[in-house]
């Protein structure tokens, strides 16, 4: 399964727009990309999820290169809700048997300033 | 109405004592999990049912024991606890997607646990 590389922490400052990138050098054609979201004292939530070029909702949008060695999340005009760990996540996402052995890692802790 | 609850949300116990963490997820969902997230915010995968059968059993110590009576129900007991068991443990579900190849996990809030 493949293991993602992301970093550790980031800081913004509220308003601006936060790209987070993730690294997934040995990704596999069926994968998708997963990003999911944690507060505190919160279990991650889903938040987007892409398999080639760009996909965009409510929340963020995610970008993929045509390598899909890596991807980046985007949060537009970021506030100080979104101070939270943010993980990436690479593989076959619909059996259970697969999706449970994703690879969470660390995440990436964003702290939004205000 | 909470998707994924559990309970409790907090524990505090003696080494060597015994204990549960219970799980029920009313988004009927097939599949069901327990993680376990240390300190610095590792999260790994520990066990996970589809319609109460094993099909993960990461590397725990068999002191840790899930059960599922039921697919709506996973619950998890830990024996003779010691101190590195202290943790923040998350159940999850998802539902096996049979043409698209997508998957979403959705957690519970969490269980900290804390070893004296």
């Known amino acids: 399964l493949a293991k993602t590389t992301q970093p550790i922490s980031m800081d913004s400052y509220e308003g601006q727009e936060v790209n987070i990138t993730c690294s997934h050098n040995n990704i596999a054609t069926n994968d998708y990309i997963t990003w999911y979201q944690q507060f505190p004292s919160q279990g991650p939530r889903f938040i987007i999820q892409g398999y080639k070029t760009k996909v965009t909702n409510e929340v963020a949008s995610l970008f993929i290169p045509a390598d899909r060695k890596s991807s980046t999340l985007s949060l537009p005009r970021v506030s100080l809700s979104d101070t939270a760990v943010y993980y990436c996540?690479?593989?076959?996402?619909?059996?259970?048997?697969?999706?449970?052995?994703?690879?969470f890692g660390r995440g990436t802790q964003l702290t939004v300033w205000p | 109405d909470t998707a994924v609850s559990q309970t409790p949300k907090y524990l505090v116990t003696q080494m060597g004592n015994d204990k549960s963490i219970k799980c029920e997820q009313n988004l009927g969902h097939d599949t069901m999990y327990w993680y376990k997230q240390d300190s610095k915010k590792f999260l790994k995968i520990m066990f996970s049912?589809?319609?109460?059968?094993?099909?993960i059993n990461e590397t725990v110590p068999n002191r840790f024991s899930p059960k599922s009576p039921d697919k709506a129900h996973l619950n998890l007991h830990i024996n003779s606890l010691e101190l590195g068991d202290s943790a923040v443990y998350f159940c999850?579900?998802?539902?096996?997607?049979?043409?698209?190849?997508?998957?979403?996990?959705?957690f519970g809030e969490g269980s900290r646990l804390t070893v004296l």
């Open positions: 999850a579900s998802s539902q096996e997607r049979l043409a698209v190849n997508t998957g979403e996990l959705f």
């Open positions: 996540l690479v593989g076959d996402m619909y059996r259970g048997s697969t999706l449970g052995r994703l690879y």
């Open positions: 049912y589809n319609n109460k059968e094993l099909i």
